[in-house]
């Protein structure tokens, strides 16, 4: 039997596995049925994974930016695209309203748990390599990971 390493496989790795895991207790309730979702964001991550996991070996010199080929689908991928697009400073107010407007949160969801979602994905796409994190007091923040990041 494979023995599962002890270490992380690539920078990032522990963070994306542990941002997975909120975003699915946040979907999924015991009192509703979202094993759709469930099974888009395992396969999401399954993909993500693969692709980082090549670029660790150095077969890949893509940036972070562009770990996967196509960067995140789905809910998170048009966040993404939203803050490429956007630009400028990214809160988990901004995320959340972003979510609502398009109609992206999960069905019937309440606001906190549509803040919840935006919370998790924004740290995610942090995790991943797309984003970077700020602090400052009492409030954080996200912007788009560029080019003249990497340099620095």
Known sequence: MNELPRTEAYA??????????????????????????????????ASDDAAAREEAKGKSSRDAADATPAGPTGRVGRLLDAIRTGRGRWTTTRAAQF????????????????RTVARGDLRDLAAWGHLLRYEEPGRQYYTLKTRKDDAR
């Open 99 to 114: 979510y609502r407007d398009a109609r992206l949160g999960p069905p019937g969801a309440t606001w906190t748990r549509i």
């Open 12 to 45: 990032g790795e522990l963070d994306m596995l542990r941002g997975l895991v909120r975003t699915l207790r946040t979907v999924v309730r015991p009192d509703d049925a979202h094993m759709d979702e469930v099974r888009r964001l395992l396969h999401h991550h």
